[in-house]
């Protein structure tokens, strides 16, 4: 029987910080990406506990409850005004950041009552890529 691929050495897992803005501004969009590697055979502990090292916000401080599977086709912004003018019976208007949005390409399932947990029984794989979605507030 064939061992899938990436199911020994490092895996390379990416975490995009994706900033949710609301208020008079509303949109999705990609601020940051940090890339860490774990072993392939890593529990939600060791990786948790390598993005800590990243040293910075909110990377060094998420918890696994924290992230999500990344969803480009989630992107982008509302070009409606929310400000002066504004009209509530007018439809948003959401202008998605990319037009053919690649696939979500693993899924998050940690368990919390088990932090040694495997990776891959959590749902991810070499090349995962996860998201911390920030929501900002902006006032009018």
Request: glycine content about 8%; proline content about 9%; some cysteine.
């Amino acid at each position: 029987m064939q061992k899938a691929q990436g199911a020994e050495g490092e895996w390379t897992i990416h975490i995009h910080l994706v900033e949710h803005g609301d208020g008079v501004v509303n949109h999705m969009l990609a601020k940051k990406k940090v890339s860490i590697t774990v072993p392939s055979t890593a529990t939600v502990q060791d990786f948790i506990n390598v993005l800590h090292k990243t040293n910075e916000y909110p990377f060094n401080s998420a918890t696994a409850m924290d992230l999500t599977p990344f969803d480009e086709s989630k992107l982008g912004r509302d070009t409606k005004s929310y400000g002066r003018g504004y009209d509530p019976d007018e439809p948003p208007n959401w202008v998605p950041t990319h037009p053919n949005p690649q696939p979500v390409n693993c899924t998050w399932y940690p368990s919390l009552e088990d932090p040694q947990q495997e990776l891959i029984a959590a749902g991810l794989c070499n090349g995962a890529e996860l998201a911390i979605v920030k929501v900002s507030f902006w006032k009018g």
